[in-house]
């Protein structure tokens, strides 16, 4: 076990004092980021790297992913507080968080979430501790058609669940689709649907639409439903978090796909948000309860979380072992190694063991030192709900429109996050889900490249998406979930067959 | 000028008039006189956060910090939308400022021509291009190619052709690319990736054949013996220095015209540019203070690092270089339909 012995350098760099006390800062400034919509992992990511230039490369590192573990736990609590998912990933967990949190159950919900969220990130480090070498091969057989397929296994595993029409339900994921059109095409280089607008030139953000769809299109409702959180009655006590530790292993079979999920989707890399969703999807399929789902059912917040943060830490590996980052705050981090003097790449774990297991190492003491922090201010956001809607319903207005601002400084974003609010409340009103438009505007692009790049490697030919034992497989899988309620009609059916047969027979 | 004045004095009445006059009689004196910045400055990167011009911007700053050689904090960010072209846009806006520089490629000058951007690469105060990013043609480490000529007979030979990925569509790397097919008669299936980075991982992946990476976006894969360089499309060899790879270092990468390629060199400058009507002394603040970095050991380190050739210019010799490049590359737009400007 050379991989163990290596672990172990590891917690000896990562022990010292001064990387401690640096994990301690960063899990603080990231949960702080992760709060406030809109700032998020990224950017916080980015404000800090010019403070790590001076810095050892190893502390910079724990510096850096702290404040990325700290903004992930931050991420949730905005999403099952207020509904407003800071980061791509935790949008699935607003399905079953907020009206968790609505109800008076809001200790609950947030402990489900952390707790969950760092088993799953647990798992992704032992993963990553046992399996680097393994992984990083098996990351290479991806090219576009297994990407293509991966995103497809997330649509597939997502869709036809939600309780809306169908009709409805195709009607949102086409917008999104539409949305994620918006900019740049990386594939033929001219820009889509920007009707001459600058603005536009970017795309439309995520963060914007989420800011708007979710954020300001409940307050909308809230609104016109008497200006009441209903989460005032809750109760707030360290206690509630306790007993919520107690409850957690019954769902464990939750915990355990979704962190499952998430390892596969990190090391793929499919990415955390993928990940959330198809989780969330899976666990709603599978589940006895599923008929709960979407009213604050604890496996609807368990799935997505723990799915989510094993993406995360497991999206770590690639990122060292072959440059590629998992997501927009990898990106940022990848930039801090060049700047550094580190070259990501396979001979990272050769030349510099010092930097790659103090950094694996720190990912184990990292997220316990969040979990413990972010479970003890639990409490403390919980009771913001507490406070009169008369007062807190304007401060969440502004927090989003300061988290509108900061996506990219520009006054027509904060049009459009008033526009998607509209939208959002329209939506609801109307019965249209969201979350499929959501789905789409996130993972819509990327599908989107994949595929044109796997037509040009095939000139055309859809036969690539069976060209080689995994990517048919991800396929067929993805088949399979898509035309599920015609199996599952099927299966029923032969089922009341065989009943029925004796009966003919007397 | 004169009239307007005198109307200006009729309709604003006499203070603004004389706030006027107080404008128009010292500015030209304070562009005469050092320019400094008084408030933080911003360099905004033309591309996502981690890519090649946010290295660029960074290891700038750095230098700039650590050297002191300007008084105000600096903030890097990066506005990558519209591969970059939301930087220009944006940069373009802030008329007259010379806090806010944009900090991108040849892309400065190659953008407008394939999209349909609000900008033109006339509209900018071009300050300087500090540095040349090499292009190395790549192959799979374990591919039975050693240089240029087998490598391009073995694609025209192919019954299927090779795929070639790179990053970004219409940019630098489908550029070079197309230069290769009017060399050699071969044709490449060119694939965009989002980022150089991706592009290599697909190659190492033995996804594709080859891709023509700058030397920082592969040299982790290149370390492990993944990807083999083939050659350099530069006049000379890169600086030498120590081995990066257990037998070569950069020096020791031939050029493509050693090899007997018909293209003499491709290079992308990185540049930096200040909005439009930034006043003439702003701009030699910056060339001036820029010119500092490129002394600086930060500055060397960056280079070696990333394995890309110092070469500054600023003035009217960047502007030639400008006007030359545009012509050049306008002209395989050209052919290959791609203009829209």
Redesign the interface.
Known sequence: MANLDSLFHGFVVALTMQHVMLMMVGVLLGILVGVLPGLGAPNGVTLLLPLTYTMDPVGAIILLTSMYWGALFGGSTTSILFNIPGEPSSVATTFDGHPMAKQGRAIQALSFAFLSAGFGAMVGVIVTTLLSGWVTSFALQFSSPEFFAVYFLAFASFVGLSAAQPSKTIVSILLGFAFATVGMDTISGSLRLTFGFDELLRGISFLIVVIGLFGIGELLLTMEEGLKFEGVRAKVSLAGVLETLVRMPRYWVALIRGSLIGVWMGITPGGPTAASFMSYGLAKRFSRRREHFGTGEPEGIIAPEAADHGAGTAAMLPMLALGIPGSATAAVMMGGLMIWGLNPGPMLFIERPDFVWGLIASMYIGNVVAVILVLATVPLFASILRIPFAIIGPLIVVVCFIGAWTVGASKPDLWLALIFGIVGYVFKKLDYPIAPLVLALVLGDKAEDAFRQSMLMSQGSLNIFFSNPLVGTITTLAIILVTWPFWAGLMRRVHLLRIRQPKVIE | MIPKVINAQRALGFAASAAMALVLGTAPAFAQAEWKPTKPVEFVGAA????GT??FA??V??AI??NKLIDQPIL????????G??TF?YVKAAEGDGHKLAFGTSNLYTLPM?????FKHTDFMPVAAMVFDEFILWTKGDAPYNDYKSFTTAAKAASGPF?MAGA????TD?TLTRLIEKDTGAKF??????SG??A???L??G??QSHVNNP?ES???W??G?LKALCVFSKERMAEGPKVTPTQSWHDIPTCKEQGAGIEAYQMPRTVALPPGTPQATVDFWAGVLKKVTETPEWK?YLT??AQTGRFMAGSNLKAFIDEDEKRTRKVYEEEG?L?N
Do not use: C, M
């Open positions: 996502g956060a981690g890519g946010d290295i960074r290891a700053q750095l910090q650590n890097v960010s990066n506005k990558g939308g519209g591969s072209a939301e846009v394939v999209a349909k951007v609000a795929k970004l569509s219409k940019d489908q299936v060119y694939i965009p990736f989002k980075g991706e290599s991982v697909q190492t992946g996804h594709v920082s040299v982790g894969h370390k492990a993944q380190d690092r990333t791609w829209v």
